[in-house]
């Protein structure tokens, strides 16, 4: 009979495992439409993430509150990848095979889109994607929302280089893809350009990187030959408060050495004393303090939804909230939310951005854009000093890199392909295969 | 390293080491000089260096000196021990007995002076598994056995034989080992708490336990660091006959403080004092000696 | 030897291997033959997901035989882990060939976007199969003998050894971040398309998966098993009680160690490996020392010194982390750290202590053998 | 400057609306499009606009540099003082605005010439020389204006195909110097067209409740040309963005936070306007543009104030011009300089002008001048002049110069070095110290040491909350505080958890592992997710300029003083106080110091809130240097260890110099490895450190330590 006991417990353990069976098996209740959430919501991550769950479970409400989609009601369902990768696609897998989810909200860093990738593919998910990225790719089962380097890089280093009048560059960024690939991309630009070789300085630094004084100072230096030096920044989240703090210490003003950052936003100012940052500079699609009925409107709700009217908006939330009427228009449009459907039914599709145009959703699973540069505040607010004439198409592939300059996304037919070679016709890499 | 003469010859001597079966030598020998590559060992195997004990003493100790900063714990020591003898030594607390049984195991290293095991063995060339494996165990004052193992297994893990990790990974008790085990349980008289865990023994129990490993080790020469302490008379009685046992085949080396045990036993004693012999001899020389007394009684 | 003599006497042992087997049987049935409608079918994503268990099972047998039977509390043992999923990892990506989104032969999509000329030479031989098998083991093996025969030499003990491993585990993750490290930075490696020419995504290769993280876990096991039954296995638990005695009766600690150190850091490569096909991804953050930290706690939790007790504590937690997850979002760290507590306060010799106290109610006497809370701290 | 004069004789009037929209077409290039229909002068526009990606962008590209050149190789020719590229530029394009009216055909070329940052110069001259330009003075500029407009318009021509390269400016100073004496005497006119007169503050006022960043900088330039009195107040308002404008009248006013909202108080008049509330006003935003021209503006304006500091920076402000009005009025104040610092400035800012002159002898004494000065403008003056010099003496002479300033620059950038070693280093310290309380006194290995420092780092962020308007005194409030609310937390963990566990560190460290988790989601679900501000008090911002090479930022300079202060401080408590005495007792025999009467359950609880503590301290220093948040423990928690290990566990001086050590270490490799590789080769520094020597830097003796 000791034994048995012992039996039972040891099956208890490893029949958890089994047990998940059961629990998998459970069907989506046939009267709503799931939509999955798929961000961090703690880990390293949260910080930014949390908001973004938040914009999509009130994008939800919202629509639920107009009676819902097809005559059905929405209904999210919230994960927590936790910052940890191959717990991203894992969650992504329960998403789609398990919750049966119509469309995935979600992620943030590169690495996490990379790990969900595979999964959306193989099981035919939907995906919006709302953070700017490095491009270089071109999803069937992806769309991204956020902006791609030409919507962001680019125009902010033409901004720099032609209404302030800076010579030299220096490129700051944590040593991830991200930054790399757009440091790729405006060192090749900037040499176009006619910029010499060594009036561009290139410095990465990890993740999370709290001591940056000699890079400050060597900024410094460097800024102190001559030129018109400004520093273009893919510095990550994190490492930003100890950078601006530093940078405001060691006495570097907006004036003499702007820097200009793309993954500084709202949110991230909102955990900085701005004081020592007034007159930096920041390149996004939309900023809080655009001033459109629209936008009056979005911050209103969000307010209303947080319960706290100091919490603020910022581009990724936009880029949600674009991907998430983008989304249900396609839905109607096709009249169900099977994937394929809803893919042929977007690409082409318009709906209003929050800055007074109208985002469209194009072939290659980008949209267009508006760029606008902003200054940063006191109040941690943008003001907007300068902005694009009309909307930027969003290119997946980049024109500066010798990978890529030849590579489209065309998910029309009779393309259909992400990575499709425009000299030599051909589509690329996995897409081919199948 | 440079390959003097006498190194090679080393290696060759090292080659009857491990040749159990006392057949087919060389074949072994290249089998064992090959996994030993394998193992990235370099070190000489000190296990096959003779003990030439023709001059008659065991162990020599010449002009030691240790210091622990400042502290001289051993000063200008010269100590012998005749092969087969039993030797007691005895002195007031920091008077550097147990200094000095960490230095011929090897666990503290002298600032200056000589250590040979034999004429030819210098032990401060040597680290601790390899005295034990040249014949030298050791009994610490604090009884430490492995708790979580039986006492069988205690005294298993002890067993002479070869301690290399292949071997060891693949090691089977024959039938004569066993009965050298069983025969030493009987001994120390532990046989009926074989299969208990050695944690679970008592003080005492513990002490033989750790001589009866002693024992298992078969080596030429023992140091056994206050083997009754906390002991009953009863146990005390058992011990000196269990050393007095010993005397003749085995050299032993007793630390004691318990001079009514040490009377038992004692043919020689040693008293260091300080960190260098004060006195030598029979007990009763030593107890009428007047420094010894001094030592002792005065102050 | 016959290691499956070795498993005399460990009920615990045996009865896990036993449910392991029903799993391994019935698992490919419920997912394979039972029809998708039907209740107890079995999702692909709850295979993959079994299939991962076990090998983290796998990993921690490996920290349970260096932590709970030698001693050495390894704070680092991810990174062994990790790089095992590397070679796997690297043999994968050459495996993509022209399917990467540039259709490059030979380089991985990564290389050709930071544009790399030609392959570092520490990816070639990846493209073949037995090549990568090998250095599965031989790279963690290589690393941790290395690193052991450096420590345990010099006598490196208690939290020393413990904070130097995690320092070992940490440097390795900053480096493989750096992308010039040519390991694809902190996106690593993914977007794997088959193994031996098995497509990835195909149940049936991951049933195939499944079963060797399987088989690999009762073959390890039971080796292990063998390790601790073996002399050689009392000697390390000696060395854990009572290293200067071991030391004094003639045992070459430094190179015991060594030895099952090194196998421990093997079986942990093996683990990764097995790891990567199936999650799809490896990543620097598999290096970070909390998840080394992490995997300790599953021993913890299982019964530290009894192997079972590693397997048990790595699926409990692991399913735990999965429900919690997707449960309780927001709250999970709550019953997680709380879950650590607990443990470490009310069931010090863990699940497997449990079982061992409900065996004496009924009237159970020989425990197996285990470490105090002490480790050599 | 001497192209400027005649921009107002000529320029200012009737081209200001001309510039106004010139400028607009910069920005807004619908607008320009929009002025090009009106104008039937597409020629060249078309073109530029199609060839570049952002429209703005290629306006500006056209006209820019090769104009400078130009004009700057021009005015040389025909000028007494050589114009400095700057200022001639503005003056070039500012002409070429102007005569963009007389001229139609080429006007976009020029107009895009006049957009890309015109209008500076104007203020400039408004200060200078409040209108009274001689005549001489005049006819030179003119011509140089007239040059000016060919090299525009030649090099526009040649901008729209290719990049401006050198043999674009190479072709325009041919030109220049083929016709400048005749266009010199061809256009006199444009002297005598308009009276001068710098706009009136009223009216230029009236630009800045404008939206367009370029009409307020027009405006605030004008402010700055009225040459009133007013004028620097108002700018410095201005920067400081304490000017508004009431939304209904746009009545520009300087306004105050009040109760109701905003105290106006009219900004001309002075009068107050009584208060408003705060959506009734709206602050005047500047950007980076206007921020500098303000600063020159303020710079000139306020050359003469009474504090040193505001006069240093404005003489700094002025380093590198060539303006003899500028420099004139720099030596009248040089002369009657007080302060010493404001003296070397002015020194400077002479000598590098006089670099640029065609006497060797006044080149040779400027070069010795430049002597040990380490104001990298200085260098790169000499730099220049190494370049274009050709007297043997004075090229000799730079070359020593700059040697000796290279040299002693190299020092402090050694010095440099030091002290961010140390103030790195005193930061690991403040983070492992407490770790070498409760994991090297104790034994106990926290691993919620971390979240304890964030806990340190909230506090302080909830004592700011508390204090708003006391932020400087904040920090003093949350030191004490921080080390309390720790301490509590750290005596509650050692209650409920760690005292079950002594003797079983591992077991400590997976009950605190558990615990970090929990302390981690706790701050997230009852605060935020999210980082949140903690201000830096007044006197922790900015840095100590020792010297133009060296500076020290104040933050890291308080960080080692405190780092050695809570060291010393922890130091005494544990060798002075009765509950040192029993902590130690504690630690190293537990079971003797019970015997002995000594309440170990009592020391340990206090023991571990003494570690707690000074880990909370830790935040607030941290809380100083980097973000606030949920995971921000963890950043630290390793490194901890690290040093805690490297030192020797138990050992405070270990852990102090250990420390030190790291950071040190860690900033000297950086330059040569990079922030990674410098962290992984520390890293790896440390396993190999620890195979020589097993228990650290300094390890602990006797038995006890044995084991």
């Known amino acids: ?434 | ?299 | ?377 | 400057m001497h192209a400027v004069p005649v921009l107002l004789t000529v320029g200012a009037p009737p081209s200001a609306g001309l510039l106004l929209s010139a400028l607009l077409l910069a920005t807004w290039p619908a607008l320009a499009a929009a002025e090009e229909g009106e104008r039937a002068s597409a020629g060249a526009a078309p073109a530029s606009y199609a060839d570049v990606s952002s429209p703005a962008g290629a306006v500006a590209e056209l006209a820019e540099t090769p104009s400078i050149d130009g004009v700057d190789a021009g005015s040389a020719d025909i000028a007494a003082a050589p114009a400095d590229s700057d200022r001639g530029a503005d003056g070039a394009e500012a002409l070429v605005a102007e005569t963009g009216t007389a001229d139609s055909a080429d006007a976009p070329v020029e107009e895009t010439g006049a957009s890309d940052s015109a209008n500076a110069p104007v203020a400039e001259t408004g200060t200078a020389d409040g209108g009274d330009a001689p005549v001489a003075e005049a006819s030179a500029g003119d011509s140089a204006a007239a040059l000016a407009t060919e090299v525009a318009a030649a090099d526009s021509a040649d901008a729209l195909g290719t990049q401006n390269s050198e043999t674009d400016n190479a072709a325009a100073l041919a030109e220049v110097a083929a016709e400048t004496d005749a266009d010199a005497g061809l256009n006199p006119p444009g002297a005598e067209d308009a009276p001068e007169q710098p706009a009136s503050l009223e009216t230029a006022i009236a630009g800045l409740a404008e939206r367009s960043f370029k009409v307020k900088q027009q405006a605030a330039d004008d402010i700055a040309a009225s040459g009133d009195e007013r004028a620097a107040d108002l700018l410095k308002a201005l920067l400081n963005g304490d000017l508004y404008y009431r939304k209904d009248d746009k009545r520009i006013v300087f306004a105050e936070k009040s109760a109701a909202g905003l105290a106006l108080t009219d900004a001309l008049t002075g009068e107050s306007l009584g208060e408003v509330g705060s959506r009734d006003a709206a602050k005047i935003t500047v950007n980076n543009l206007m921020r500098n021209s303000l600063r020159t503006d303020i710079a000139t304006l306020t050359l003469a104030s009474p504090d040193p500091n505001v006069r240093l920076s404005a003489a700094l402000e002025m380093v590198g011009t060539d303006d003899a009005d500028t420099l004139a009025a720099l030596r009248a104040q040089r002369s009657e300089e007080s302060d010493g610092r404001v003296a070397d400035a002015i020194d400077l800012a002479v000598a590098i002008a006089e670099l640029k002159s065609e006497d060797a002898a006044v080149r040779l004494a400027a070069v010795e001048s430049l002597r040990g000065s380490l104001y990298p403008a200085a260098r790169n003056a000499l730099g220049g002049l190494l370049a274009s010099e050709t007297d043997a003496g004075v090229l000799a002479a730079a070359e020593g110069v700059l040697a000796d300033i290279e040299s002693r620059v190299q020092t402090y950038k050694i010095a440099e070095t030091v002290f961010f070693g140390l103030s790195l280093g005193s930061v690991l310290v403040l983070a492992a110290i407490g770790l070498a309380i409760t994991f090297g006194v104790m034994g106990v290995i926290n691993m919620a040491h971390g979240e304890l420092i964030m806990i340190g780092a909230y506090t302080t962020y909830l004592v700011q909350l508390a204090m708003p308007n006391w932020i400087d005194y904040s920090l003093l409030v949350a030191i004490p505080a921080a080390f309390i609310v720790s301490g509590l937390f750290g005596i509650a963990i050692e209650r409920t958890v760690i005292r079950f566990l002594y003797g079983r560190p591992l077991e400590t460290l997976l009950a605190t592992f558990g615990i970090s988790l929990i302390l981690q989601q706790l701050v997230r679900t009852t605060i935020s997710a999210q980082n949140v501000i903690v201000e830096n008090p007044s006197w922790m911002s900015g840095s100590l300029q020792i010297n133009p090479a060296l500076s020290l930022t104040y933050n890291r300079l308080y960080i080692v003083v405190f780092a050695l202060m809570v060291f010393v401080a922890l130091l005494l408590i544990l060798k002075r106080t009765a509950l040192g005495l029993q902590v130690r007792a504690v630690s190293q025999n537990r079971a003797m110091a019970q015997a002995m009467g000594v309440r170990s359950a009592r020391v340990d609880a206090l023991t571990f809130g003494l570690g707690a503590g000074i880990a909370g301290v830790a935040g607030v220093a941290l809380s100083q240097l980097t973000n606030v948040g949920p995971n921000m423990g963890q950043a630290y928690i390793i490194d901890s260890f690290m040093v805690v290990v490297f030192g020797g566990v138990g050992n405070l001086w270990g852990t102090l110099v250990g420390g030190l050590t790291l950071g040190i270490a860690n900033k000297f490799m950086e330059p040569w490895t990079g922030a990674v590789l410098a962290k992984i080769l520390v890293l790896v520094f440390i396993i190999l450190f620890i195979q020589k020597r097993p228990r650290g830097l300094f390890p602990q003796r006797g038995r006890a330590a044995e084991g």
């Open chain 2, 1 to 299: 390293m440079n390959w003097s003469a006498d190194q090679s010859i080393e290696l060759l001597r090292r080659d009857r080491a491990f040749d159990f079966s006392s057949q087919r030598q060389r074949w072994l020998a290249f089998r064992e000089a090959m996994r030993r590559d394998r193992q990235f060992d370099f070190m000489i195997s000190a296990k096959d260096l003779e003990l030439d004990v023709s001059h008659g003493a065991i162990l020599y100790i010449e002009d030691l000196n240790v210091s622990f900063d400042g502290f001289k714990a051993i000063d200008n020591l010269n100590f012998y021990v005749d092969a087969g003898e039993l030797r007691c030594v005895i002195g007031p607390n920091g008077a550097g007995k147990t200094t000095m049984m960490d230095i011929i195991t090897g666990k503290t290293r002298p600032d200056s002076g000589t250590v040979y095991f034999g004429q030819k063995i210098d032990l401060l060339r040597l680290s601790e598994p390899e005295i034990a494996e040249i014949g030298i165990g050791r009994k610490f004052q604090k009884p430490t056995v492995f708790e979580h193992h039986t006492v069988f297994e205690n005294l298993e893990l002890a067993m002479a034989g070869d301690k290399r990790v292949l071997p060891t990974l693949f090691a089977k008790l024959s039938g004569a080992q066993k009965d050298r085990i069983d025969e030493v349980l009987a001994t120390i008289g532990l046989a009926e708490h074989a299969r208990r865990a050695a944690g679970a023994l008592s003080h005492g129990q513990k002490q033989w336990l750790e001589i009866g490993m002693l024992l298992m080790q078969d080596p030429h020469l023992l140091l056994v660091d206050e083997p009754v302490a906390g002991m009953t008379h009863q146990e005390m009685d058992r011990t000196a006959e269990l050393l007095l046992a010993l005397e003749g085949k085995h050299s032993v080396v007793v630390v004691e403080h318990d001079m009514d045990f040490v009377r038992s036993i004692a043919k020689r004693v040693t008293v260091l004092h300080q960190g260098s012999v004060l006195a030598e001899g029979s007990m009763d020389e030593v107890q009428n000696d007047r420094r010894v007394v001094e030592v002792y009684l005065g102050e």
């Open chain 1, 1 to 434: 009979m000791r034994k048995r006991t012992l039996l039972k417990s040891l099956l208890m353990g490893a029949g958890l495992g089994l047990g998940l069976s059961a629990s998998m098996t459970a069907v989506a209740e046939e009267d709503t439409i799931k939509v999955g959430v798929l961000h961090s919501l703690s880990g390293t991550m949260a910080i930014s993430e949390t908001t973004l769950k938040d914009t999509v479970l009130m994008l939800v409400e919202q629509q639920n509150e107009k009676g819902g989609l097809l005559g059905k009601k929405l209904e999210a369902v919230v994960v927590d990848p936790a910052s940890d990768w191959p717990l991203f696609a894992e969650k992504a897998r329960e998403l789609l095979e398990k919750e049966k989810v119509a469309a995935v909200f979600g992620c943030w860093t590169s690495v996490s889109r990379k790990s969900v990738l595979p999964v959306f593919e193989e099981l035919n998910g939907l995906l919006f994607y709302p953070v700017q990225y490095e491009g270089e790719e071109s999803s069937k089962n992806v769309f991204y929302t956020g902006a791609a380097p030409n919507q962001q890089a680019i125009p902010a280093v033409d901004y720099l280089k032609d209404e302030l009048g800076v010579e030299r560059w220096v490129l700051a960024g944590t040593d991830y893809v991200y930054p790399r690939t757009t440091n790729k991309i405006l060192e090749a630009y900037l040499k176009q350009n006619g910029v010499a070789e060594d009036d561009i300085m290139i410095n990465y630094t990890p993740f999370g990187h709290s001591d940056w004084q000699s890079i400050v100072a060597d900024i410094k230096k460097f800024g102190s030959e001559g030129k018109k030096t400004a520093v273009v920044s893919t510095i990550n989240g994190d490492a930003n408060v100890p950078f601006y703090k530093e940078l405001g210490n060691q006495g570097i003003a907006a004036e003499d050495i702007p820097v200009v950052a793309f993954s500084v936003g709202e949110e991230e100012l909102s955990g900085i004393d701005t004081k020592p940052l007034v007159g930096h500079l920041a390149a996004w699609n939309y900023f809080m303090s655009v001033d459109t009925p629209e936008n009056d409107t979005f911050i209103g709700t969000w307010h209303d939804f947080i319960g706290n009217d100091k919490r603020v908006t910022n581009d990724p939330m936009e880029a949600h909230k674009i991907g998430f009427d983008l989304w249900v228009k396609a839905v109607e449009k096709a009249g169900s939310t099977e994937t394929d459907a809803v893919e042929d039914a977007i690409v082409g599709l318009e709906t209003s951005n929050l800055t007074g145009g109208t985002a469209k959703m194009l072939a290659n699973h980008h949209i267009t854009k508006p760029v606008l540069i902003g200054e940063i505040q006191e109040d941690g607010q943008f003001a907007v000093v300068w902005q694009t004439d009309g909307e930027v198409p969003g290119d997946a592939w980049s024109d500066y890199l010798e990978g890529s300059k030849d590579l489209v996304g065309d998910w029309t037919d009779p393309i259909n392909c992400g990575n499709y070679n425009t000299v030599t016709k051909e589509c690329l890499g996995s897409q081919a295969a199948e």
């Open chain 3, 1 to 377: 030897m016959g290691l499956l003599t070795s498993m005399r006497g460990d009920t615990g042992g045996q009865i896990m291997l036993a449910v392991l087997a029903v799993v391994a049987v019935v698992v490919p049935i419920l997912n394979l033959a039972v029809p998708e409608s039907s209740p107890w079918h079995l999702s692909t994503y709850t295979v993959t997901l079994l299939g991962k268990y076990l090998t983290y099972a796998l990993l921690a047998v490996a920290v349970d035989l260096v932590w709970g039977y030698l001693g050495i509390l390894s704070l680092g043992h991810g990174a062994f882990f990790a790089l095992g999923g590397y070679a796997m990892g690297m043999y994968l990506m050459r495996q993509i060939g022209e399917r990467g989104v540039y259709g490059d032969p030979v380089l991985p999509d990564f290389m050709v976007f930071l544009d790399w000329q030609q392959l570092p030479w520490f990816w070639h031989g990846f493209d073949m199969f037995w090549f990568a098998a090998l250095m599965v083991v031989l790279v963690p093996g290589a690393l941790a003998f290395v690193f052991g025969w450096l420590a345990f030499r010099s006598r490196v003990t208690g939290v020393y050894l413990s904070i130097i491993t995690q320092a070992l585990t940490y440097a390795l993750m900053l480096a493989f971040f750096r992308n010039e490290m040519g390991f694809g930075g902190n996106n690593g490696l993914t977007d794997f398309k088959d193994i031996l020419g098995f497509d990835l995504q195909s149940d049936a290769t991951r049933i195939a998966l499944f079963l060797a993280s399987a088989l690999a876990l009762a073959l390890g096991y039971i080796a292990c098993r063998g390790i601790v039954t073996s002399r050689l296995g009392r000697v390390a638990v000696a060395i854990r009680d009572a290293e200067a005695r071991t030391r004094f009766i003639g045992y070459r600690v430094d190179r015991v160690k060594v030895a099952i150190w090194t196998f421990s850091a093997m079986l942990a490569g093996i683990a990764g490996a097995l790891y990567v096909p199936q999650v799809g991804i490896i990543n620097p953050g598999e290096f970070s020392p909390l998840n080394s930290i992490e995997l300790v706690i599953w021993v913890a939790i299982g019964g530290r010194a009894t192997l079972y007790g590693a397997v048990v504590g790595a699926v409990v937690v692991n399913y735990g982390k999965t429900y919690f997850t997707g449960a309780f979002p927001e709250a999970w760290l709550f019953a997680l750290g709380g879950l650590f507590v607990l443990v470490t306060l009310f069931l010090p010799q863990g699940i497997a202590g449990l079982l061992r106290m409900l065996r004496r109610r009924g009237g159970g006497t020989d425990g197996p053998k285990t470490a105090s809370g002490e480790a050599s701290a």
